[in-house]
């Protein structure tokens, strides 16, 4: 597959996930133009890979954390989430409704745990590829999800009491 | 996490990406953006490719480099503007940087290089440089370019053109040879915008339209499909492949791109085009559900075959042997059904794209 053929096919693909992984449309756009980029430089290497689009997503997540690890400082880590805690919906349906409250609450978590939950229920990927694709544990993968699901549902919950 | 939660995310982030930019012109931003690259990469070599990036060229393709600016009309025929001297070409000079050497002689004029795209009826897409020439707001630039002493723009805020791919290269003239002059470029947002702004505002008329490559054939043009393809089949089989080839339900329109790789020499060829009506995609969905994993159908005994595209959010791409068994892509192979390729051929029959 030619990289014109590539970006022809899946452009908007990376351009929906970079967008869900930024929240801003110019991030998002400057993120994929990047990631391309690079892949543009080893295209040979890539097109020859299993799957080139896995690839290139890893490019994309990969310099995403990195972009935002330079410019981030507020992220601190937290406990595992209790399992035996009562039970809060992470959204609840009317803030489903809210486009808008949903990007606000996505744009609280940090980069990390916010990627966790784009790859495992955007991209659909299991623990072990996203612990493939971001370098890290399948066990980090599964705790970082759990404190990104805690700290959503904790966002719902302060939406809910302001109600 | 129980699935009503599951249930909530996943609709929320697919409400989410639905609200992503369109990938308009991507494909031309990464290509601009690589040559720009080059030519920081070249250095002082980089004199040798003195072109403006791509976001720089469609601007001043849509004619707005000033108020008079004007894009070139169709066709490489002769301009009525005066040519411009051998010693001025895109693609030459030397850089002599920012702010420009005191003893820089006064330049006679002033060109600009302008990368971008354009179609021509009966030939296609080609990617094309135009060659223009400054005819008002020089003096600015070459003030910009003299200052020596320049505030930076604070990063993160207060740049207006982070995320701009191209530095703006200005050809002047200086009578028997040319140099070139390029806004300072950094990585982040340190760029001098005065000399930009400055740049940007010139007006500048076009001398000549050169073709550079062809992007698309007329085919290619009118159908939105690829001049060539790969034959994405015949890659190397995929280990993980799943029990069942499905494709999502589609609202929005679905491409079929025919290619034709029966000339080993070059790449398959695009032979052929339809967007497929409602009914076909149903039909189309249908039997691509009836495809099956099979040892025996390979990817690699056809040479005709089709590029199937959903154009909605969840869409697909999906490949498809016309005198073969194989259809899925990736690297997964399925064994499609007869019906599977007379659906597609049909269409292409009946009511294909006309270039």
Request: glycine share 8%; aromatic share 6%; net charge negative.
């Amino acid at each position: 597959m030619t990289f014109e053929a590539y970006v022809e096919a899946r452009g908007a693909a990376l351009l929906r996930l970079a967008y869900l992984l930024t929240g801003h449309a110019q991030d998002a756009e400057d993120l994929v133009q990047s990631a391309l980029l690079d892949a543009l430089r080893h295209w040979r290497r890539v097109a020859a890979s299993a799957s080139p689009d896995a690839y290139v997503k890893k490019i994309l997540v990969n310099r995403h954390l990195t972009n935002r690890r330079r410019r981030w400082h507020g992220e601190r880590p937290t406990d595992f989430a209790d399992p035996d805690a009562p039970h809060v919906p992470v959204l609840p349906r009317s803030d489903l409704e809210d486009r808008e409250t949903f990007h606000e609450q996505l744009g609280h978590l940090p980069p990390r745990g916010r990627a966790v939950l784009v790859l495992r229920y955007y991209e659909d990927l299991a623990d072990e590829q996203i612990a493939e694709l971001l370098g890290i544990a399948a066990s980090s993968v599964r705790a970082t999800a759990s404190r990104a699901l805690a700290a959503l549902r904790a966002q719902a919950d302060t939406s809910e009491e302001r109600r | 996490m129980n699935d009503s939660d599951e249930y909530r995310i996943r609709s929320a982030l697919l409400a989410e990406a639905a609200q992503a930019p369109a990938p308009d012109g991507l494909l031309e931003r990464v290509q601009g953006a690589a040559r720009a690259r080059r030519r920081r990469v070249l250095g002082v070599w980089s004199a040798a490719v003195a072109c403006v990036g791509i976001v720089v060229a469609s601007v001043a393709l849509r004619g707005v480099t000033g108020p008079t600016a004007r894009p070139a009309a169709p066709g490489d025929g002769p301009t009525t503007v005066a040519a411009a001297p051998a010693y001025i070409s895109c693609g030459t000079g030397v850089d002599v940087g920012e702010p420009l050497p005191q003893d820089l002689p006064q330049p006679k004029g002033a060109y600009l290089c302008a990368w971008g795209q354009r179609t021509y009826p009966g030939e296609g897409t080609w990617e094309v440089v135009e060659l223009r020439r400054v005819t008002g707001g020089l003096s600015e630039v070459l003030a910009a370019f003299s200052v020596v002493e320049r505030v930076t723009p604070a990063p993160p805020t207060g740049c207006p053109y982070d995320g701009v791919t191209g530095p703006p290269t200005v050809i002047l003239d200086l009578g028997d040879h040319a140099v070139l002059v390029s806004p300072r470029w950094g990585e982040t947002c340190n760029r001098y915008v005065d000399s930009i702004r400055a740049v940007e505002a010139m007006v500048t008329e076009v001398v000549s339209t050169t073709r550079v490559g062809q992007i698309a054939s007329p085919m290619a043009a009118a159908s939105g499909c690829q001049m060539a393809y790969k034959n994405v089949l015949a890659m190397e089989p995929s280990k993980d492949v799943p029990a069942l080839l499905q494709i999502a339900a589609q609202t929005g329109p679905v491409t079929v791109c025919a290619y034709d790789g029966s000339d080993s020499s070059e790449p398959p060829r695009l032979d052929g085009a339809v967007v497929l009506f409602p009914r076909e995609v149903e039909l189309l969905r249908a039997e691509v559900a009836l495809a099956r994993r099979d040892t025996f159908c390979r990817g690699n005994e056809h040479s005709l075959f089709a590029i199937v595209t959903g154009s909605d959010p969840v869409g697909f791409s999906l490949a498809v042997a016309l005198d073969g068994c194989a259809v899925g892509d990736w690297g997964k192979v399925y064994r499609g059904s007869d019906r599977l390729r007379a659906i597609l051929s049909d269409a292409l029959a009946e009511h294909p794209v006309r270039p």
